[in-house]
């Protein structure tokens, strides 16, 4: 069985600061992983991906997450925040193969203060 | 762009109500998926269909049932509504592979 935790429900910070969000997994096969978005009152969209190759994946508004095999961990990090990156983060894993669920973490909900 | 599209964005029912949730996708997606979404618990899959006709109980399916009829659509269905149902519910679909698209989210009350 694979899961997903979230260490920060909430993660409060101000604007031009740094962040990490914190995810860990714990799966018994090789895993891709993602990073999901959620807007107030909006469904979740795909911020990145980590599916093969590269362990730093990027997304195009500057987040990036790094696969860390060994700590099974996918942290998911920008240098300098906007107030508009406010949102909640989910982390998802899925073992690949013919299992086509996502598990998801509880969330970390973003607010970026001024 | 993929497109999921969800019936209604909000939705007040009564307890015992019979309550039909809709989910369309257009791009011709093998797989759809349907999870609710709880302050605190993230979000938990209560079914999902990998073909038309096909499902699958996710984690929580107590009290739901599905139906896929056509490949674009796949409607969640609770019986008979209770309170405890009153979440938010969000719909994706997937083609072969992991990244799943997901809906505007329909948030139903029960009353």
């Known amino acids: 069985a694979q899961s997903v935790t979230q260490l920060d429900s909430q993660v409060p910070v101000f604007e031009e600061a740094p962040v990490e969000l914190r995810c860990n997994y714990s799966?018994?096969?090789?895993?891709?992983l993602f990073w999901y978005v959620q807007y107030p009152n909006q469904g979740l969209q795909l911020l990145l991906k980590?599916?093969?190759?590269?362990?730093l994946v990027e997304s195009i508004n500057g987040f990036e997450a790094e696969f860390n095999k060994s700590q099974t961990s996918f942290h998911l990090r920008k240098p300098s925040v906007h107030i508009s990156d406010t949102a909640e983060y989910f982390c998802a894993v899925n073992s690949g193969g013919s299992n086509y669920k996502l598990t998801f973490g509880k969330g970390t909900l973003l607010t970026v203060n001024p | 762009d993929v497109k999921v599209t969800q019936s209604s964005r909000y939705l007040v029912k009564r307890t015992g109500e019979k309550v039909f949730l809709e989910c369309v996708q257009d791009?011709?997606?093998?797989?759809m998926f349907w999870y609710r979404q709880d302050p605190g618990l993230g979000l938990r899959l209560i079914y999902f269909s990998y073909d038309v006709k096909m499902k699958e109980k996710g984690d929580i399916p107590e009290g739901y049932s599905v139906s896929r009829e056509k490949k674009e659509r796949f409607s969640l269905i609770l019986e008979s509504a209770s309170t405890n149902q009153t979440s938010m519910y969000l719909c994706?679909?997937?083609?072969?592979?992991?990244?799943?698209?997901f809906g505007a989210g329909t948030r139903l009350s029960v009353l």
């Open positions: 791009m011709d997606h093998e797989n």
């Open positions: 994706a679909s997937s083609q072969q592979g992991s990244i799943q698209y």
């Open positions: 799966s018994s096969v090789s895993v891709y």
């Open positions: 980590y599916l093969s190759g590269s362990t």
